[in-house]
């Protein structure tokens, strides 16, 4: 059982998927029939690790939160549980359940983290409240998680702690530190990293959508198709790769609404809830440059802003109550009104004013 469970993890990172997942499903029911608790809870850890990965996030959550609770029964909670509820944190950000996500958060922080599990659970929070706008806060948990770093996955976790700081310049307003975040990031040589643990097409798509210069798109469309083309993940690819070129193509033609929509329906695919929203945004904002067809850039719109209303996405919500008021597209619902950094210390009566100038008043 203990060599099945290694032997399932090692073929998901080669790209073998389905073969990954047999092997560790049988590791589980060898332990579960010798109870063998830290065998269950470990193949639990890794299955649940691999649907993660690999875009399946409903059936990731319901694996790792079970896993969780039998690890707690037995024992198991601060060895395997904790990772268990990381791996569900992380599927409850892509589906866009992100108060559930929460949840999990805080039971992972109820038990005494250690070693990996205390820089994972500074990335999740920071990419949790820097999605609620609490940017500050972010910050404070992304250099914590770099303090926390050592030397075991290193480069794969400085790698996503990258990502979440380059999501959150992009979400705070700071397209430039944003891209010049992914290029480090991305620049910077790097070890051990397989199909299940290389974030980097995601670092490319933030500096995608930080950017309208059309140099630097086209650059990041060529270095994503130029680790494609070298095998960069020894025969797999990350679950996020399809979506993402799709993504970064649309990126170039932001006035091509047809070719967000079809971005969004290969989000959908896997009920990537962020990811859907802000194709359906990009795809409004195209009708409207477009300049045809405003009852379908409505449309849009309005999934858009309920999804991100819905999940809790600040930054993408406010853009797209900002777009409606430019556009004047009926959202069919009351527009929140948009964050407002502290630091402009505006009166409630200030803002007002602000928002009725930029719609032109």
């Given amino acids: 059982g203990h060599a099945r469970n290694s032997l399932g993890s090692a073929l998901a990172n080669l790209g073998m998927v389905e073969a990954g997942l047999d092997e560790l499903e049988r590791a589980r029911d060898l332990a579960a029939a010798n109870q063998a608790w830290g065998d269950l809870?470990?193949?639990?850890?890794?299955?649940?690790?691999?649907?993660?990965?690999?875009?399946?996030?409903?059936?990731?959550?319901?694996?790792?939160?079970?896993?969780?609770?039998?690890?707690?029964?037995?024992?198991?909670?601060?060895?395997?549980?904790?990772?268990?509820?990381?791996?569900?944190?992380?599927?409850?950000?892509?589906?866009?359940?992100?108060?559930?996500?929460?949840?999990?958060?805080?039971?992972?922080?109820?038990?005494?983290?250690?070693?990996?599990?205390?820089?994972?659970?500074?990335?999740?929070?920071?990419?949790?409240?820097?999605?609620?706008?609490?940017?500050?806060?972010?910050?404070?948990?992304?250099?914590?998680?770099?303090?926390?770093?050592?030397?075991?996955?290193?480069?794969?976790?400085?790698?996503?702690?990258?990502?979440?700081?380059?999501?959150?310049?992009?979400?705070?307003?700071?397209?430039?530190?944003?891209?010049?975040?992914?290029?480090?990031?991305?620049?910077?040589?790097?070890?051990?990293?397989?199909?299940?643990?290389?974030?980097?097409?995601?670092?490319?798509?933030?500096?995608?959508?930080?950017?309208?210069?059309?140099?630097?798109?086209?650059?990041?469309?060529?270095?994503?198709?130029?680790?494609?083309?070298?095998?960069?993940?020894?025969g797999g690819e990350p679950a996020d790769v399809v979506p993402i070129v799709a993504q970064l193509a649309a990126e170039e033609r932001r006035a091509d609404a047809g070719a967000w929509r079809a971005v969004a329906e290969l989000w959908e695919v896997g009920s990537r809830l962020p990811h859907v929203a802000y194709a359906r945004f990009r795809e409004a904002e195209a009708h409207l440059l477009d300049g045809h067809d405003t009852d379908a850039a409505g449309t849009a719109a309005r999934v858009a802003y309920e999804l991100a209303h819905n999940m809790g996405f600040v930054w993408l919500r406010d853009n797209v109550a900002a777009l409606a008021r430019r556009g004047r597209l009926d959202l069919g619902i009351e527009i929140a009104r948009p964050s407002v950094p502290a630091a402009l210390s505006l009166t409630p009566r200030e803002l007002e004013v602000l928002l009725l100038v930029a719609e032109g008043a």
């Fill in 41 to 234: 809870a470990r193949a639990a850890l890794n299955q649940g690790s691999v649907l993660d990965t690999a875009g399946r996030h409903e059936e990731a959550v319901t694996l790792a939160v079970a896993g969780a609770q039998d690890a707690r029964e037995h024992g198991f909670d601060r060895l395997f549980g904790t990772w268990l509820r990381l791996v569900a944190a992380s599927s409850l950000w892509e589906l866009g359940r992100w108060d559930e996500m929460e949840e999990q958060l805080r039971e992972a922080e109820a038990v005494d983290l250690m070693n990996i599990d205390v820089v994972r659970c500074h990335e999740e929070w920071a990419l949790l409240l820097a999605g609620r706008a609490a940017y500050d806060d972010a910050r404070v948990r992304v250099a914590r998680g770099r303090a926390a770093l050592g030397a075991v996955f290193e480069d794969e976790r400085e790698l996503s702690l990258a990502l979440v700081e380059a999501r959150l310049h992009l979400w705070a307003g700071n397209t430039s530190a944003a891209t010049d975040a992914v290029l480090a990031a991305v620049d910077k040589p790097r070890r051990g990293l397989s199909a299940c643990s290389d974030v980097g097409p995601r670092l490319l798509a933030v500096a995608a959508a930080a950017t309208a210069d059309a140099s630097m798109l086209a650059g990041l469309r060529a270095r994503l198709d130029a680790w494609i083309a070298a095998q960069r993940w020894d």
